[in-house]
């Protein structure tokens, strides 16, 4: 069988992908790129937002339009919030909630009376082997608390941790078929051990010690979640000097209203002992702009405190209600046209704050783990530096590693992003 995967959302979705493919592959089936040529389509969707709805539905309907001939699976945040919807409304083949996405490849062989091919042999490449070199490693699901505004925590559910073998073990086989960096990823990193009385620190020393991947990574880490000796792990320079914490709002009194834990102070303080460790420490972060009840003089504390800090990069949400969450039935419910002309300021805000965190490595040498060629020129390389930034060099060599060392000469100030000498 022909199983073709597609995903919307969060890196978490990304590494529930990678672990089914491995799953399939072991079971001897093969992988595709092409949907046309799919047998079977696994969708893994996305709710974070109104529009993540809106984008979950339409890709649906794409999908069923463009490939009748094969069988549709959807999965995620949104076929678990919308189950009746996709099954009744979408007729989609077979919705597998998140609760329970670990048994997905056995639910898909039972619903569809899959038998493993006999006398295959099995080509045991990932998802991520075919011209990538980054792969996401799910630790954990759930999450314990409940910020207003959030919607994920109903999907996802209670947080279950993986057992620090498991994890080990994954890393180790990526590493074995190319892979040159791990991304630690989950729906509440920080929370990892929270059921099986370990954490995150105890993790990544396990990972450190127990495997030889060259580059590993954290993907977004709640910022009250990090203990005071967290950043002496990243003396080892194979953790990547590179976080996104959640910050969501520059404002005490809003963070507040969004049941934050973290106020602006200790945010702060966590980003100095980062860059403490090291100066050029890239921090990066979620902001949403127009929430409920938001005056004037909070926003300017939002923007004061964004342009303290300096974020390498902001992925910035204006608001939107989302039914089942607190915050959308708090009072003060913004305009549009002000939530807008936020939206506005914060992104220029973002893209100077994030060319200044760039011009500081001009004339640096990085090292880059380089990833794939530009679509217009394929002499031109592209990749990511330890710090994350995107950088494109011209004739970049490689001798047994797509990792190398690259002086940067330049910024691309139009499309943001670094470019390394030739």
Not at 94 to 100: A, D, E, F
Not at 267 to 282: G, Q, S, T
């Amino acid at each position: 069988m022909k199983i073709n995967f597609k995903a919307l959302g969060c890196r978490l979705n990304e590494a529930e992908l990678e672990n089914w493919s491995n799953e399939f592959l072991l079971k001897g089936h093969e992988l595709t790129n092409d949907s046309d040529k799919a047998d079977l389509i696994i969708f893994n969707s996305c709710s974070v937002t109104s529009e993540a709805d809106r984008k979950s539905r339409n890709l649906i309907n794409r999908i069923q339009q463009a490939n009748p001939h094969s069988q549709l699976v959807v999965t995620g945040c949104y076929a678990t919030l919308q189950q009746q919807q996709v099954e009744k409304k979408l007729g989609v083949d077979l919705v597998i909630p998140n609760q329970k996405k670990d048994q997905l490849v056995e639910l898909v062989t039972e619903k569809f009376s899959i038998t493993d091919p006999s006398n295959q042999s099995i080509d045991q490449h990932s998802l991520f082997d075919r011209g990538r070199h980054r792969a996401f490693i799910k630790v954990q699901d759930g999450c314990r608390y409940r910020c207003t505004f959030c919607i994920v925590t109903v999907a996802r559910g209670e947080e279950q941790s993986r057992l620090q073998k498991d994890i080990i073990q994954d890393i180790n086989r990526q590493y074995e078929q190319g892979v040159q960096e791990v991304v630690i990823t989950g729906v509440h990193v920080g929370g990892y051990g929270s059921d099986i009385g370990s954490n995150l620190y105890e993790l990544l020393s396990e990972i450190l010690n127990k495997t030889d991947i060259p580059r590993i990574r954290l993907a977004s880490v709640e910022p009250w979640d990090l203990p005071d000796n967290f950043f002496d792990l990243f003396k080892d320079s194979r953790l990547m000097p590179h976080m996104h914490l959640p910050l969501q709002s520059g404002s005490d009194s809003v963070l507040r209203r969004m049941a934050r834990r973290c106020k602006t102070a200790e945010y702060e303080a966590i980003v100095e002992k980062a860059r403490d460790v090291n100066p050029l420490f890239n921090i990066t972060t979620d902001l949403i702009v127009g929430f409920p009840g938001e005056t004037d003089q909070e926003w300017q504390q939002s923007i004061e405190f964004v342009q303290k800090v300096g974020f390498g990069h902001m992925h910035i949400f204006t608001y939107s209600q989302r039914q089942g969450t607190k915050a959308a039935r708090l009072p003060g419910q913004l305009s549009k046209a002000i939530k807008k002309e936020r939206s506005r300021d914060m992104h220029l805000i973002a893209k100077k704050l994030k060319t200044e965190a760039l011009q500081q490595l001009v004339g640096n040498t990085v090292e880059v783990l380089w990833e794939s060629h530009a679509t217009h020129d394929p002499t031109i390389r592209v990749g990511y530096t330890t710090q994350y930034h995107k950088i494109k060099a011209k004739r970049c060599s490689l001798k047994g590693s797509n990792i190398s060392q690259i002086s940067v000469k330049a910024l691309d100030t139009e499309n943001l992003l670094l470019v390394g000498e030739e």
